[in-house]
């Protein structure tokens, strides 16, 4: 059969047999032709998909290296700021600067009347709830509580823009809007990765008829620091776990390496609170 038409019917509707011949010829090379063209389109559609994939996955690296040079441009600004504080204080007198060291150490009662910010619009709590918090969270999981607050401290510094998607699957799959301007976000998630586990777990919340607390917040950033490692609560352990979290397979990447320094500042600065409260 030729597309619908017998041999027998072409050959008599040629007026020669070498009219048949070409026929025959001209359709075998017609129908090669469009297998061809079809081959291609399906090659040019995979690659163009593939393109696609690509440049989100740049787009996202280069966010990242945005928010990496924000956390280094705010940590060298303090730095500047305490020591020309500390300078100007002391105008070089090594006695007084030592003792303006021990005076700016923060007291119990100093440390029992700060704020601890949750990322994602969570509000405020004080920082000893957050302390304790923490250190339930370490105490289920392994990972040590000054990690966990540092983890959760640099997260809501970086927090403009945490908590701020909403995904809506539209018009695909991965898709969202801001939650405050609505306006429409191209892959708020990974399709392929992200969407269903997050749907899963959303779900089965409601399906609980419970919200998500503090302490759930908590430990959810403690499990997920345990998959990455940190429960060994060795610096290196956590330093690579706080990069991961980051920036996932490119955490060795040297470019992150400023927000992995950055948690592990803050959470030195965490221990030494956790141990003024404890009386260490």
Known sequence: M????????????????????????????????????????????????????ALQERLAEQEQLRQVAQVAKQSLQTQEDQKKKLLSQTK???????????????????????????????????????????????????????????IMRQETNLGANVGQCLLTNVPDKGNGKGKNTGTFIRRVMKASRDVDPFMAITAALRSEERRVDNLDAFTAVALYMTDLGAALQTPSAER??????????????????PYGDSVMQFAADFQQEIDILSGY
């Open 92 to 150: 070089g007198i090594e006695a007084n600067y030592q003792k303006i060291i021990a005076v700016t150490k923060k007291t119990a009662a100093q440390i029992r009347t700060e704020l601890f910010a949750l990322a994602g619009g969570g509000g405020q709590i004080s920082l000893p709830t957050a302390i304790t918090l923490a250190k339930q969270a370490g105490a289920a999981t392994g990972v040590r509580p000054a990690f966990i607050l540092g």
């Open 240 to 257: 690579t776990a706080a990069l991961k979290y980051f920036a996932g397979g490119y955490y060795k990447n040297p470019r992150f390496a």
């Open 2 to 53: 030729l597309d619908g038409y017998s041999v027998v019917s072409v050959a008599l509707g040629s007026q020669s047999v070498s009219g048949f011949f070409r026929d025959l010829d001209a359709f075998v090379s017609i129908k090669r032709a469009l297998s061809d063209s079809f081959d291609h389109i399906e090659q040019t559609s995979a690659s163009t998909e593939a393109e696609k994939d």
